[in-house]
């Protein structure tokens, strides 16, 4: 295994971690399922992958996904 980490994929999983946090709170509050598991995932996702360019087309695509579904 390698604990070689690149500070730009640190940072992106960092940031979508934070607004993963937001989409948990927002759903919470409005008692919608799909932001807070959408939430749930963008707080996971970046411990399973080091490659930034899926870091940032998995976030963009769950960041989008309440948008695209209306509970």
Do not use: E, W
């Not at 995932?41 to 930034?52: E, S």
């Amino acid at each position: 295994m390698d604990f070689n980490i690149n500070s730009t994929v640190f940072v992106v999983g960092l940031v979508t971690s934070i607004i993963g946090t937001a989409y948990i709170m927002y759903g919470r509050k409005q008692h919608s399922l799909v932001p807070m598991f959408s939430g749930a995932a963008l707080c996971a996702y970046p411990y399973f992958t080091d490659n930034l360019m899926i870091l940032l087309g998995v976030g963009l695509g769950l960041m989008a996904l309440p948008l695209l579904i209306r509970s």
